[in-house]
């Protein structure tokens, strides 16, 4: 299974990479830099030029509103767009940048709206939990807020997130910073604890592919 996974703004993957059974492995090149951080490395390079900064050169001046998007702070960086000159190549920097930011608030509202209208439950409830991660700032951030409030209330979105909790708790304690080996033996019966309790889910079917006994 990857260990890193690059989706874009419809949850399309863009990227995989690594392993998420070799989080403590190390390549054996200058520096010797973990397996699954180099993974992310060649992802993010090879992803680079679809995402918001692709193909453009910020220029000076323009830092703050480039790490905000480089952070997926797009609230903040629509809002810092707006104090940018309109002229020279800052100017055309924020046109470009404004015209791209714009177009993906709306694109992942209309996706949340989509997915609610089709019945979609849970994958309503991620998609505008995504949208408020990076549009916290928006003005429409309350009504998302208050239908995803709504939404996970529902007895099958509720055991979608319960799912989700539980595989994170095993993944931690059995493949995290702080697990050993021994832990790692056993965890196939943990993760078949999870699959079986929270069959049908996302996390339970997750569960499943590391519920096997080595």
């Known amino acids: 299974m990857p260990a890193i996974v690059i989706l874009g703004p419809d949850f399309e993957v863009l990227y995989k990479g690594g392993n998420v059974h070799k989080g403590n492995y190390y ?26 900064l692709g193909g453009l050169k910020p220029p000076a001046g323009t830092e703050r509103v480039v790490a905000a998007v480089k952070a997926a702070q797009l609230s903040n960086a629509l809002n810092g767009v707006k104090y940018m000159a309109d002229t020279g190549q800052v100017g055309a920097f924020k046109k470009e940048l404004t015209k791209r930011l714009e177009a993906l608030q709306t694109q992942k509202r209309k996706l949340f709206d989509d997915l609610e209208k089709a019945g979609k439950k849970w994958a309503a409830f991620k998609a505008g939990s995504s949208y408020l991660r990076v549009f916290a700032q928006a003005k429409d951030a309350g009504e998302v807020r208050t239908k995803l409030s709504k939404l996970q209330y529902d007895k099958d979105v509720r055991k979608e997130l319960e799912a989700q909790a539980a595989f994170k708790r095993v993944m931690a304690s059995t493949y995290g910073p702080t697990s050993n080996s021994s832990a790692r033996r056993g965890a196939w019966a943990l993760f078949k604890q999870v699959a079986d309790r929270y069959k049908g889910t996302e996390f339970g079917k997750m569960a499943e592919q590391f519920a096997v006994k080595k």
């Open 27 to 52: 390549v054996n090149t200058a520096g010797k830099p973990p397996l699954n951080f180099v993974a992310l490395t060649d992802g993010l390079k090879r992803v680079g030029s679809k995402g918001l």
